[in-house]
């Protein structure tokens, strides 16, 4: 049987810098990391962008030498963790019960499909490097390419489709694009990005199903419309990948339920990333985030406290996403629920939108539209439970204008 150590069960961000987290910690046990795909771990944001648009190569968030050289780690691709014993300290991996010190659940999610979709070839998800490639093998100059869902995911491809010369209509079940991103009347504004940059955005959209027996030929809507299509994207949100974790003894409700600390309410069982739900200090309260920023946050947080020694430290995050359309980047801290929401400087069409929202006399969120500096400020502040009246300040200060 293997030295006990921390195991980390994932290969994506969160699991990378738990790793890099534990031994930061000076932590100089085993430690094994463990991942389903083959691939070393990568960096997924590029995958709706630049993979698609230029042919980018994967890019690696650190080497498969890089982890077992020089952070001496057991990596173990291609393999998957079917369950967990808090009681026996161990995972098993196959036939093999693997022991722990300290455990990191960093298993991510898994991309969510409607009724129907299971059908026809050219259907497809965005969550892996294998469903980029196939994406990119499938798209075509002229292509009827049917998005299902306007989040961000969506959005990006959507952008990314149009750049290659295919004919994109996004289709969102919404009054509003991005509604839970960013709330309804900063969704509206982004909304009407897509309009500038030429993407049909249909939102009330309810699908019904996709047409065809082996190739896809169509999108029928509830209301009885037909979109001919080539290849649809489904982009409607993703699940937590806590199925192997039944029988465990641990809280499952949407994401594994942990404290401030990312306990996962076991000794030296820890969560991080897409399928983390904490209690975030922050905010006084319960969050599941699937953000880049925070996964890398949550990591480091969770290899440390899984090997620490010491009383455990919180996970204090403001959340935070970025997103590229075309030319503008989009970027948003904060929280969407809010009592006001404020645009301090110019508007989605301009290119120059920057707007605060507010709960009690606090500000609690941010969007910007290519206002990189002024919401990267603006997150320290939501961090530091900053005064409303000091933000709107800071915010007109540091705005950038198109005009």
């Not at 890099?20 to 709706?48: C, I, K, M, N, Q």
Request: negative net charge.
């Amino acid at each position: 049987m293997s030295t006990a150590g921390l195991v980390v069960v994932g290969a994506g961000l969160a699991g990378v810098r738990a790793v890099e987290g534990a031994r930061l910690g000076g932590f100089t046990g085993a430690v094994t990391l463990l991942g389903t795909e083959t691939d070393a771990p990568y960096d997924r944001p590029p995958l709706s962008k630049a993979f698609l648009t230029e042919s980018a190569a994967l890019r690696y968030l650190r080497t498969a030498e890089s982890l077992r050289g020089e952070l001496d780690v057991d990596l173990r691709l291609g393999e998957t963790a079917t369950a967990v014993d808090p009681a026996a300290r161990t995972v098993a991996v196959g036939a093999e019960e693997l022991p722990y010190t300290g455990l990191v659940i960093a298993t991510g999610s898994t991309a969510r499909l409607l009724p129907g979709m299971h059908g026809p070839a050219g259907v497809h998800t965005l969550r892996s490097h294998a469903d980029a490639v196939a994406l990119r093998s499938a798209l075509r100059p002229g292509s009827r390419v049917v998005v299902i869902g306007a989040g961000f995911i969506g959005s990006e491809f959507a952008c990314s489709a149009m750049h290659l010369g295919a004919h994109v209509t996004v289709l969102e079940a919404a009054d509003v694009p991005l509604v839970r991103a960013v709330g309804p009347a900063m969704g509206e504004a982004l909304g009407g990005l897509h309009a500038r940059h030429g993407i049909d955005v249909r939102c009330g959209a309810v699908v019904e199903a996709v047409v065809g027996k082996d190739t896809l030929e169509a999108v029928r809507l509830a209301d009885g419309q037909v979109l001919p299509a080539d290849l649809v994207l489904v982009g409607v949100g993703a699940a937590p990948v806590t199925e192997w974790l039944r029988g465990s003894g641990l809280t499952i409700e949407d994401g594994v339920v942990c404290d401030a600390t990312l306990n996962a309410g076991a000794p030296g069982v820890y969560a991080a990333g897409d399928v983390a739900r904490w209690h975030n200090p922050t905010f006084d309260r319960s969050m599941r985030l699937e953000h880049w920023t925070s996964a890398a946050e949550q990591g480091m947080v969770a290899g440390r406290n899984a090997v620490g020694t010491g009383e455990p430290v919180t996970c204090d995050v403001v959340p935070y996403f970025w997103s590229d359309w075309v030319t503008d980047r989009i970027q948003f801290v904060g929280v969407p629920d809010s009592d006001e929401v404020t645009t301090v400087a110019g508007s989605a069409e301009t290119g120059d939108l920057l707007a605060l929202y507010r709960t009690g006399d606090r500000v609690t969120g941010a969007l910007g539209v290519n206002q990189r500096r002024a919401v990267l400020r603006l997150r320290l502040m939501i961090g530091q439970r900053a005064d409303w009246r000091e933000a709107v300040e800071l915010a007109r200060s540091t705005a950038v204008r198109s005009t």
